[in-house]
C-alpha cells in the first residue's frame, strides 16, 4: 500500500466531482441530468484510474540534484543550484518543494514547470544567511503529474545536505 502515499488529487479532480454533484443535484428536477451526472462521474474514475496506471507504471522517472557550496558567506548572496532531468517517455508537469534550512524561516519556496521526454530544467536561487552556525538541507519534494491530470505522484528524493 505504499503507493497511497505517494498519491494526491489535484484541485481539478475536486472541480470534475464538484461538477458531477451539481449536474446529479439538478437531476432531481430533470431526471436526464442523472444519467448525464452518472456518466461523467464513470469517465473521471476512468480517466484518474489510467493517470494512476500511467505515473505508476515506473519506478522513478526522474534524476534531482542540488548543489550547495561548501560554505556560506554570512550577508552575501549565497547561489544554490537545482536541477532535474526527465528520464521517462512522457510529458509530465512538476511541482518542486525544496526542504530549506530552517535559520532562512523561507516556509514557501515552491517552483512548478513542465519538462518533455528526455528534458532538462535547472534553476539557481540565493539565499543571505545572517547567522552563523551549519545549515541543513532537506528532502526535495517532486510532485509529478500528467497535463491537466487529476492525481499527483509524489517523489521525496534524500538530499540532505549540511553546509557550514
Known amino acids: 500500500m505504499k ?5 494526491f488529487l489535484t484541485n481539478l479532480f475536486f472541480i470534475g466531482y464538484g461538477l458531477c454533484f451539481g449536474i446529479m443535484l439538478l437531476g432531481f428536477g430533470w431526471p436526464v ?3 448525464v451526472g452518472l456518466g461523467m462521474l464513470a469517465v473521471i474514475v476512468g480517466v484518474t484510474s489510467l493517470q494512476i496506471g500511467a505515473l505508476f507504471s515506473s519506478k522513478i522517472p526522474i ?11 554570512l550577508h552575501d548572496e549565497n547561489a544554490v ?3 532535474v532531468v526527465n528520464q521517462s517517455k512522457k510529458s509530465i508537469g512538476i511541482r518542486l518543494i525544496d526542504e530549506l534550512p530552517f535559520q532562512l524561516q523561507v516556509r514557501d519556496f515552491e517552483r512548478s514547470f513542465s519538462l518533455d521526454p528526455n528534458g532538462f530544467w535547472e534553476d539557481t ?11 541543513f538541507f532537506g528532502h526535495v519534494n517532486v510532485f509529478l503529474a500528467l497535463k491537466n491530470g487529476f492525481v499527483e505522484r509524489r517523489i521525496s528524493v534524500d538530499l540532505a545536505a549540511e553546509v557550514k
Do not use: C, D
Open 3 to 7: 503507493i497511497f502515499r505517494q498519491l
Open 33 to 35: 441530468l442523472t444519467w
Open 63 to 73: 534524476e534531482v540534484k542540488r548543489k550547495t557550496p561548501k560554505q556560506f558567506s
Open 81 to 83: 543550484n537545482i536541477s
Open 125 to 135: 536561487y540565493y539565499i543571505k544567511p545572517l547567522k552563523r552556525g551549519s545549515y
